[in-house]
């Protein structure tokens, strides 16, 4: 098991809660490959947006 500082357990939580916002954003584009269950591209469509949703919103893609 891998031993977090508390600044470090912050940071992740905190970066959670940033991409969970973004995610909010663009989740209804990525809603028919949830449900035909086509996994692999959801992950490559859902890297992508999230990425590009980063950059919109922060200006650069966040850890």
């Known amino acids: 098991m891998i031993e977090l500082t508390d ?3 912050r ?3 905190e970066l959670l809660k940033k991409k969970s916002v973004l995610i909010k954003n ?3 584009k990525l809603e028919k490959y949830r449900i035909s269950g086509d ?3 959801y992950n490559k469509k859902f890297k992508e947006l999230l990425e590009k949703e980063e950059i919109k919103v922060y200006g650069k893609k966040i850890e």
């Open 7 to 9: 600044e470090q357990a």
């Open 11 to 13: 940071h992740m939580v």
């Open 26 to 28: 663009f989740s209804h």
């Open 39 to 41: 996994r692999d591209n």
